[in-house]
């Protein structure tokens, strides 16, 4: 068998690839972290509005429930007056 030569030229070819492929991939996971980032402040400051708003339909609800549950029994009574007036 003979063995085969590798050229030095090429070995530093195959380096120099591998190396400007490293700096590639880095600069494209570094891009990708800065967008994900971005939409995870964007999501956070989402979700701080929603549990605002909630918080804020919530205290609507409790100043509201008494009155609705007042108006329910109001409704009760006049519809068992109808029908007790036929």
Do not use: Y
């Amino acid at each position: 068998m003979r063995a085969i030569l590798v050229n030095p030229l090429f070995i530093a070819l195959l380096t120099l690839v591998g190396t400007i492929c490293w700096a590639v991939c880095f600069w494209w996971m570094r891009c990708i972290s800065r967008r994900q980032e971005a939409f995870l402040k964007e999501l956070h400051a989402q979700t701080k509005r929603i549990e605002r708003i909630s918080r804020t339909e919530h205290e609507l609800m409790k100043e509201v429930h008494p009155s609705v549950e007042d108006i329910k029994e109001t409704v009760e009574d006049v519809a068992a007056s109808v029908k007790g007036g036929r």
